[in-house]
């Protein structure tokens, strides 16, 4: 069955900084969405990837969909305060739909 | 505005008491769902639905049950069968199931 798993479990980060978290997946996948939960709140959708190889970029975010479709990674660069939260992935594939444990991102300025 | 509402934001209940959590939207999205949050955890699914009158176990359905008569509303309820209830309970929905999803602000339950 399909298992999905999201490295680094936390990521603390230095103002400034860049860093890369991702999402593995051990099926092929129709899709993958990105979410972020700021602390106390509730996810909010930030980007979904369709296409193999498919790039997009929100200001300083970065979201690749890996060339088998099996992975995905969110870049942040020059980090900022309010990049503290949550990232979730939530992925699908043929018979499921699942959420990522999540990487918890704080920031040290 | 559209969106989704989810009440109350925080509930106490007793243990062996059954509860409800409210959940309606007015985005005109098809698909609603539960999850639960447990703390530094992802999030689990418990019920889900695609279309009114029609709802679908998900991961953690044990010890819950839903219902679907209305588009805009699918309430919750934690029942006294629940082992460990004390959580935080979010509700979303999209506009078919696998969309992206929009969340309510959740609803804190704690159970003594």
């Known amino acids: 069955g399909q298992q999905v798993m999201q490295i680094p479990q936390y990521q603390h980060v230095q103002e400034g900084e860049d860093f890369t978290t991702y999402c593995n997946s051990s099926t092929t996948l129709s899709n993958i969405q990105w979410y972020k939960q700021r602390p106390g709140g509730h996810p909010v959708f930030l980007i979904q990837?369709?296409?193999?190889?498919e790039v997009k970029k929100q200001k300083r975010l970065t979201f690749q969909f890996g060339e088998a479709k099996k992975n995905s990674s969110l870049h942040i660069t020059a980090t900022q305060t309010t990049d503290v939260g949550t990232y979730f992935c939530r992925v699908r594939d043929d018979y499921k739909l699942s959420f990522g444990a999540g990487t918890t991102v704080t920031v040290r300025a | 505005d559209g969106g989704i509402t989810q009440s109350p934001k925080y509930l106490f209940r007793k243990e062996g008491q059954n509860v409800t959590l409210s959940c309606e939207q007015n985005?005109?999205?098809?698909?609603m769902y539960w999850y639960r949050q447990d703390p530094g955890q992802g999030l689990r699914l418990i019920y889900y639905?695609?279309?009114?009158?029609?709802?679908q176990k998900g991961d953690i359905a044990e010890g819950y049950s839903v219902s679907r008569e209305k588009k805009e509303s699918f309430p919750l309820t934690v029942t006294s069968a629940q082992k460990n209830p004390t959580a935080f309970y979010l509700c979303?929905?999209?506009?078919?199931?696998?969309?992206?999803?929009?969340f309510g602000n959740g609803t804190r339950l704690t159970v003594t």
């Open positions: 639905s695609q279309i009114v009158n029609d709802f």
């Open positions: 985005l005109n999205h098809d698909a």
């Open positions: 979303a929905s999209s506009i078919t199931l696998g969309s992206p999803l929009h």
């Open positions: 990837l369709v296409k193999s190889g």
